[in-house]
């Protein structure tokens, strides 16, 4: 199981809105509508930003928001502020016995 | 509130043992499936077990698999991950995350394979 492609950097200015994307496979992404998306920030552990493709947990600002067409997820963050300078991580549940594929990572910076 | 500490990681000789574990609190801890993931310095995230609530299914990523075992005790709140056979690839720093949504997560513990 091959990991989940995302771009290796994205930036905006403050203000502006940035999708990442998060491309898997038909055996992945495309099969179950368990696409989550996580950010990290410099030595901090992960945290739940959107789950089941477009969910959001509590407390997680609306200005996040996932989505996804076929193999593909993505993350869009809208109103773009500085403390959404982060590492983001998607993640796919992969069904079988490799139950979850993460992304490849992508580094979010607020020009 | 929902807390899980992971403890147990260090410095180990590439082929080596190390037993980590992560002590739950603040939630039914018997009715949730856990996980454990890691990340490389400087790299990804990597899935690496799932356990479900009773422990009875148990999956692997293939790069741990037959040198990993993962395991439970509901009666303590605890989860363990048993590594044994330790590469240098193996170093990173070891997340428990409760559920399959994978939240919350530890802070996590630093395993460092080297001689």
């Known amino acids: 199981q091959s990991a989940l492609t995302q771009p290796a950097s994205v930036s905006g200015s403050p203000g502006q809105s940035i999708t990442i994307s998060c491309t898997g496979t038909?055996?992945?992404?495309?099969?179950?509508?368990?696409v989550s998306w996580y950010q990290q920030h410099p030595g901090k552990a992960p945290k739940l930003m959107i789950y089941?493709?477009?969910k959001r947990p509590s407390g997680v600002s609306n200005r996040f928001s996932g989505s996804k067409s076929g193999n593909t997820a993505s993350l869009t963050i809208s109103g773009l502020q500085a403390e959404d300078e982060a590492d983001y991580y998607c993640?796919?549940?992969?069904?079988?016995?490799?139950?979850?594929?993460f992304g490849t990572g992508t580094k979010v910076t607020v020009l | 509130e929902v807390q899980l500490v992971e403890s147990g990681g260090g410095l180990v000789q590439p082929g080596g043992s190390l037993r980590l574990s992560c002590a739950a609190s603040?939630?039914?801890?018997?009715?949730?499936?856990m996980n454990w993931v890691r990340q490389a310095p400087g790299k990804g995230l990597e899935w690496v077990s799932y356990?479900?609530?009773?422990?009875?299914?148990?999956y692997y990523a293939d790069s741990v698999k037959g040198r990993f075992t993962i395991s439970r005790d509901n009666a303590k709140n605890s989860l363990y991950l048993q590594m044994n056979s330790l590469r240098a690839e193996d170093t990173a720093v070891y997340y428990c995350?409760?559920?399959?949504?994978?939240?919350?997560w530890g802070q996590g513990t630093l395993v460092t394979v080297s001689s």
């Open positions: 356990i479900s609530s009773s422990g009875s299914t148990i």
């Open positions: 038909s055996s992945d992404v495309g099969s179950y509508n368990l």
């Open positions: 993640c796919s549940y992969a069904g079988s016995s490799i139950l979850y594929v």
């Open positions: 603040g939630f039914t801890f018997s009715s949730y499936e």
């Open positions: 089941e493709v477009s």
């Open positions: 995350a409760r559920g399959l949504t994978l939240v919350p």
